[in-house]
């Protein structure tokens, strides 16, 4: 970690000082808990007034703002200025170079690059092969045949089952299962035969994977994580899923199998979406969306079953008035029974709930 | 992995060929998929029109249909028919014979029967017993008095707590948890006192459970996982609930404790389900249903609050139109207003919103 | 295990003996499922139809009821003062004294303190710092520098990555981890650059933690979950969330990053919760909730999007109401048509649907 001054970053990131440039950064911090050295950023309007009483010794923002009391950095797109800073400030977790441990069980036919360290108690099985550059974590599982790309981290007791085949720069968490079979039976007469699952895994480069994710591998094809995706934790891809390139998908996302998504698909927390179906290019599906049937490219969508967004948020946000409306319904109901027995219309009369 | 002629799969599986039973099936592939020497098959009606062209060697259907290029294999139950011919042609997993891994631990009071396969880095507790021909991969941990069956294969990073006991011919997928205490506190003058969980959890014969699940452990009888249910990912069960044999639980799905489910049922993706309830046999839950109350067998339910499934379709698809119906409330009201003050029906006027 | 009489029991717990006070209890049961020797509780009203039927040797209530067969221990609080006897009758776990495994592999400068297990298999990085009497199970990572207190219990495979603060008497069961990076990527011309997350995580004193939970390190600040708070399986808790003391968190709940929860929150299975914003304290919400704003201390809610339980519990329940609500809206447009019509008022029509 090395300090340096405002205008330093400024030209770092392409951005513009208001303010001295030579305050010194040292670190980054959130404006209400930013000490002298911090910078800090704004991206998010809601923390906008802590402007005024933040400690931060700078702060990253998107356009001037008149009540900043602290030098600003006016930055094109402040999130991603922050995101630079962060890395030259602190850097990405450095590993301990450990080289292949004596500790670790490393099948004789496995292949393992140059530059790798193997942590004690990794299990690496027959034909598994590792690239240069890898950081693999104790109690960790890969698999026969497995396929490693090179500079990929894998976090501890990751389980790799055989014959999947991770790309370059992956991060897998710790806790997740990359290609377990794929939930497939057939039932008959009342019992259910697993079915061998002979399709595999496909995770491609820069993909990161949360904790405790399962990722199935296909029946017949293979299930595919696209490249520069990023997976929360705890989220579990069905057999024959093939999620496109950078999308996003929140914590606890659950999709069935035999679905595909497309490029730059942003996924709430908590979504399910069911298989056999067609999601779409830029899609975005808001959180605890329950997915049912195709989405076209560039929909938001959101609850369940899923809706366009911004009719669904009209929509779900008046369930609350659901007890009024059926009361004002009887309402109606009991009033144009008067209005009808009063104008002798008939014997017509509105059906009672 | 040997090919079979198309008359020699239906001979095996009890099915008729229409069309060249002597072409060479070497693999099975869906139908989009499929090469020269694949065999696929017709489940899904969504995927009827690629019969027309497939590249297939063959197709299973369930009925003759006129439009197929290609010969097919008509069979009374297709899906069961592709599950044989998959296991005829493909075998399930193959397990490495390993033998006790010297570096596998494993206390001299625990029984290990013959023909097991016990990986590097396992631990066995003392007074664990394991039955014949299992398969434990690498970093599992088997707690104390825990007993398993015959043939059954837990997979790496499963830890199993003490006493629970696994039936035969179970699998485990990895980085589950079988019998870890009951969610269970006596909560007194804002403290929450841990309740010793004193039951334990019985997984029946040829249960399979997927990655990361947890599987609570009784409070004060046992957690029961019914013979031959298959759970999916991400499962967790609580403490002293039991699901009756042969239930299909699809990924996500949470059910708290002293629940009962009974046989055959079909629990779909992330529901959830409260504590202290019966649900019937051949039950069906749709995805993400929350379920609050007993469910009588045969029922199909969904949604949140569940409720049965041909109401609960209509009922739930009907949210997008709820901001429709309020302003046609409200349109209804004041048509009534004017109605009311023209007919001089007095001053009875409607409820307003 | 040793036996007691239901006076010495009562003397224990502080509560009254109606009937026989020198019955012999042995251990406890379900009112279904006692036997002689066992005590049983009372709690739930939905199982008090049983107090005639238990073979039960007593059982403990709230109140005098006259139904009962079976000698009452009448408390206070009736499910603590079971708690109380069940830790008397039976304790908690016991676990084995293995001192430091030779298997796990322990960094010189890792600090453990007096009387610790380590069972085998264990990585301990280093500069981590263990109090005395903490069991590590097998299979467990503890990265560099993580503090642990004293009696803590670690069951195998816990991930904790570097730097993490765990308090005293804390229990992380199987398969969990501690630390992951937070979900957080700067997005720029369609790619998702990872922001180092410098941040920690504190788990304070008596905290709890279920299987297969991830709890995200903080992008700047800690996460936090505080003192006596309890969380079930499979939860995820974003980053810089900070849980206060004493909540209940069931299992699956999802915590987006930014949150902060107060004292006393008890959290329903499978809620999401939105990021940056502030739950109160003594806050309840309800199972599968969805909660996308503020909620004040004390406040009850329920449903998705999460409104207060009251109104909420009206107005989900009415859902199932749409189909038959939309035919009388129906209904009265065509009376209120044929009123208007004959009425002679005029042109304007109703809406159609």
Known sequence: MQARTLGELADYVGARVVGDPNVTIKSASTLGRARDGDISF?????YQKQLRTTKASAVIVGKEVTEAAVPLLIAEDPYYAFMQIMVLLHGHRKHKKVGISPRASISDSAKIGID??????VAVADDAKIGDGCIIYPNVYIGQGVQIGNDSIVYPSVTIYDGCKIGN???INANSTIGEDGFGYASYKGVHHKIPQIGGVV??????????CGIERGTLGDTVIGQGSKL????TIGHGTKIGPHCLLVAQVGIAGSTSLGHHCVVGGQVGIVGHINIGNNVTIA???????NIPDGQVV?????IEANQGKRAYSMIQYLPEMRQNIRNLQSLIGQLT??????????GGQ
């Open 116 to 121: 790798c360290h193997i942590h004690d108690f």
């Open 302 to 306: 959101l609850g369940a079953p899923a």
């Open 287 to 293: 959180a605890q969306a329950g997915v049912v049937n």
């Open 341 to 350: 027995s009063s104008t002798g219309l008939g014997s017509e009369t509105p």
């Open 203 to 212: 995770i491609e480069d820069d993909v990161e994977i949360g904790v405790c």
């Open 169 to 171: 720069r992956v991060i």
């Open 232 to 235: 929360g934790d705890l989220i």
């Open 42 to 46: 704004l991206v998010n309007r809601k």
